[in-house]
């Protein structure tokens, strides 16, 4: 099983729809992400949480919110989609005591597009 | 300038063949150095850090240039299996991921 899986993998919505984007891992970071990907750009970042009980705003978060529901788990929604909220989604996790703070394990991906 | 700059290529490059691109940065205060590697449709990965001292890892040597803020990536020897997009990352902040900036990357094409 992969370290951070993500769910769904591929999720085609509509304009307006409510959409939640899970994360769960096995690495037992502390420090969780999520990015989105749009070609010919590089990676933003959405959200980030260093623990359970710490939720942060990245570069782009206008849009979208964040649960951290376990320190396994940090889910992405959409409250109300847009198109231009189409885009490929990556979860990421690090841990500055092994893998070192900057390293990222990224889960596979999640491809939205909203119609 | 942008904050993390990469020609975007594509590089076609002979098998075998020695290949190097650049990517510059603009904030002279950043710290920390990666190059990922990411496939068509996957997850990027950690290729490898990039100390100043400059660094090798096999086929791979990435360098620091902090006076003239840029950092390369060299692969010797290239691989059908090497073609990907290498991501530039810096991070202007120590101590945590949520400073670093992805460049857009550069594609590269090894040809047999």
């Known amino acids: 099983d992969a370290d951070v899986t993500q769910t769904p993998r591929n999720r085609i919505t509509k304009t307006g729809k409510r959409i939640m984007l899970e994360c769960s891992q096995t690495k037992g970071h502390d420090r969780m992400y999520w990015y989105r990907q749009d070609p010919g750009l590089g990676l933003r970042l959405i959200y980030y949480s260093f623990d359970v009980k710490d939720i942060n705003k990245g570069e782009i978060s206008d849009g979208y919110s964040v649960s951290r529901q376990a320190q396994a788990k940090f889910s992405l929604s959409l409250e109300s989609a847009i198109p231009n909220q189409t885009a490929l989604y990556f979860c990421?996790?690090?841990?500055?005591?092994?893998?070192?703070?900057?390293?990222?394990?990224f889960g596979a991906g999640s491809r939205l597009t909203v119609l | 300038r942008k904050e993390v700059e990469q020609d975007p290529g594509p590089f076609n490059v002979p098998e075998g063949a020695t290949v190097a691109f650049n990517c510059t940065y603009s904030?002279?205060?950043?710290?920390?150095f990666f190059w990922y590697r990411q496939d068509c449709r996957k997850e990027p990965k950690l290729l490898m850090s990039v100390y100043s001292s400059g660094n090798e890892d096999g086929r791979f040597t990435a360098q620091l240039n902090r006076a003239s803020q840029y950092i390369s990536l060299l692969i010797r020897d290239s691989k059908l299996s090497d073609s990907a997009t290498y991501l530039c990352?810096?991070?202007?902040?120590?101590?945590?991921?949520?400073?670093?900036?992805f460049g857009k990357g550069t594609h590269l094409i090894i040809q047999p």
């Open positions: 904030n002279s205060a950043s710290q920390s």
């Open positions: 990352v810096v991070n202007k902040i120590w101590g945590g991921a949520d400073g670093l900036t």
């Open positions: 990421a996790t690090s841990d500055p005591q092994t893998t070192g703070a900057n390293v990222l394990t």
